[in-house]
């Protein structure tokens, strides 16, 4: 595998499930972000991870959950969700916080009924 | 902070002509501005950049320009071709924070 992948690349869930979106970059970058990208709309970035640690968040609300357990990959755990939560998750990567170019995976469209 | 207002919202062309998608941004700190194709099913895929001490760069049938003091920026893509049809999204970053823009829908007619 090369570049960033997600899976599952679609996933219906009910408001009340727990799931989970998976992240793997193969290009061994230090710098990993999600996005939302909901139709009409600009990109809207959630959180960025830089050497596994969180460095930002941009006021997402709780029941979305990242965790990055080492450089390589990164998790967005989900509960709870609303039905406006439906939209593609995109994880990106870069070298670094700093190096500008990012990387995007092909993306997971969530639909929350 | 940084807006990115991006023009027009959707564009249709004739095969073999040229398009061109504009930007403005707001924060004139930002040094970095990439362009990005996202086909439908894919995510968005890096073609172009440009960095705040170059006014112009190429590759291929695509270029980008840069205004610093206008702060605005475009793409240019010559001779158009079906598999050019695509959402095209601009962003501008500084610090390595990338703001979008909205999109534009470019539909190049056969």
């Known amino acids: 595998e090369t570049g960033v992948t997600q899976t599952p690349r679609h996933l219906v869930m009910g408001m009340t499930n727990k799931k989970s979106l998976k992240c793997e970059q193969h290009?061994?970058?230090?710098?990993m972000y999600w996005y939302k990208q909901s139709a009409k709309k600009p990109l809207e970035l959630m959180f960025v991870?830089?050497?596994?640690?969180?460095?930002e968040n941009n006021s997402v609300p709780s029941r979305f959950s990242p965790e990055c357990p080492n450089s390589s990959h990164l998790f967005l755990h989900l509960h709870t969700l609303q039905p406006e939560d439906s939209a593609l998750y995109l994880c990106?990567?870069?070298?670094?916080?700093?190096?500008?170019?990012?990387?995007f995976g092909p993306g997971t469209r969530l639909t929350v009924l | 902070g940084e807006n990115v207002e991006q023009h027009p919202s959707t564009l249709s062309v004739q095969e073999g002509d040229s398009a061109v998608i504009k930007c403005t941004y707001s924060?004139?700190?930002?040094?970095?501005f990439p362009w990005y194709k996202q086909e439908l099913g894919k995510g968005p895929q890096l073609i172009i950049d440009?960095?705040?001490?170059?006014g112009e760069k190429k590759d291929q049938r695509i270029a980008v320009t840069l205004n610093k003091t206008a702060k605005h920026f475009s793409l240019h893509i010559t001779e158009t071709q079906p598999e050019d049809s695509a959402v095209y999204f601009c962003?501008?970053?500084?610090?390595?924070?990338?703001?979008f823009g909205q999109g534009t829908e470019l539909s190049v007619k056969p």
């Open positions: 990106a990567s870069s070298q670094d916080v700093i190096a500008g170019e990012q990387f």
């Open positions: 290009l061994g970058h230090n710098a």
């Open positions: 991870y830089s050497l596994e640690e969180r460095v």
């Open positions: 924060d004139s700190a930002s040094n970095y």
């Open positions: 440009i960095r705040s001490n170059v």
């Open positions: 962003a501008a970053s500084k610090e390595g924070k990338l703001i």
